[in-house]
């Protein structure tokens, strides 16, 4: 297994575990739009996200152990996008009718109402997907896929997951905490 150093040399592995599987957004076509890393590492003792952005990198880990559910879901946003694009028609009537030099009265609200335009055209084209959830409890670990390799990998990642859970509740170790 290919192992990507740049998304997890700032994690360190405890002693005895490994790294089993490993999903890197560089890897897959199209996924990495300059978002930074986003990668998912499985070991035989957690899983673990990691997503870095422009502002440092978030990472979120659980025990594999505590993952009780994977749920593939359909990723959705909500109305903002449409709701700050009307705001932007509103204003740039507004910035058209206040403005007094010829040249900026045009540009002006066409900026305006070309980032409405924007939010509304990428909520509608590129907004939400499938994406798998790992829960543990009341938090849960979201990745998001937008091809059928990229489907593949997960499930792939799936079934090693519930391997190693069976593996360690055969070897006598409980699933779950007694409540």
Not at 13 to 36: F, H, P, V
Not at 56 to 68: K, L, P
Not at 77 to 91: C, R
Request: hydrophobic share 40%; glycine share 10%.
């Amino acid at each position: 297994m290919q192992q990507d150093e740049n998304h997890f040399e700032q994690l360190e592995l405890m002693d005895g575990e490994k790294i089993e599987r490993s999903i890197s957004a560089r890897s897959q076509r199209g996924r990495n739009s300059g978002r930074g890393t986003d990668s998912l590492l499985l070991t035989n003792y957690r899983i673990i996200h990691v997503a870095g952005t422009g502002s440092g990198t978030d990472v979120v880990m659980a025990s594999v152990e505590d993952i009780d559910t994977v749920e593939f879901v359909e990723m959705t946003e909500g109305y903002g996008a449409f709701l700050w694009a009307g705001l932007s028609v509103v204003l740039s009537v507004a910035l058209y009718g206040i403005l007094e030099n010829q040249i900026a009265q045009v540009i002006v609200p066409l900026l305006v109402l070309g980032m409405g335009v924007y939010l509304v055209v990428n909520r509608i084209f590129f907004s939400g997907g499938p994406a798998a959830l790992f829960r543990t409890g009341g938090s849960a670990i979201a990745w998001s896929f937008r091809t059928a390799d990229e489907s593949d990998e997960i499930r792939d990642l799936i079934n090693e997951l519930y391997r190693l859970k069976s593996l360690r509740n055969a070897e006598g170790q409980a699933s779950f905490a007694p409540r």
